[in-house]
């Protein structure tokens, strides 16, 4: 089965940003896709702040990451920039931790003015960690996803058309990495 991790740097639980992430889910898992989640604020804040990569917690995190075919990251935008919870676990993870992996990015800010943040700030350490199949990253503005005491966390229909089309990509490259490193067995005549 295909295994995709989502990296989510929110600060709290509460975040809009989990609304994201929560419809993402629900896409991934009607393409059969199973997902992991790694809420980077639930990690060992000792272990991020002092980038322990012996860490145990942190090693079983980067080992997910390792074992799976295509990895989300989700952010708040502060200023111009992708969350630092994002940016500590970031810190920590091997060198080319997303090579031979699909990636797409999402992130959520106040307003259209941060609209290149993603692209500019968090797109190029993405790159860093080797990345070769970045997709077009999606930047919601925070009004488009609002919470609800009843139904939970509500996507606006335009942003869930925006990350459908991308999802949509994200699953066609991922099988066909899996049909490329699929073994071909030919007769020996």
Known sequence: MTKVTLIV??????????GLVEYTQKVLFDYKIQTQVI????????????????DSTLQSYNEQIAASEGVLVFTPIFKGSYSGILKTYLDVLPQKALANKVVYALGLGGSHHHLLALQ???????????????????YVVQEQVTKDDINGFLVSDVVKQRINQQLEQFYTRIKAKELKEEPRWEKIV
């Open 9 to 18: 740097g929110a600060n709290s639980m509460s975040s809009r940003l989990n």
């Open 39 to 54: 809420q980077v604020n639930m990690l060992p804040h000792q272990a991020l702040l002092t980038a322990d990569v012996m």
């Open 120 to 138: 500019y700030a968090l797109e190029p350490v993405l790159k860093e960690l080797g990345t070769e199949e970045l997709l077009q990253s999606t």
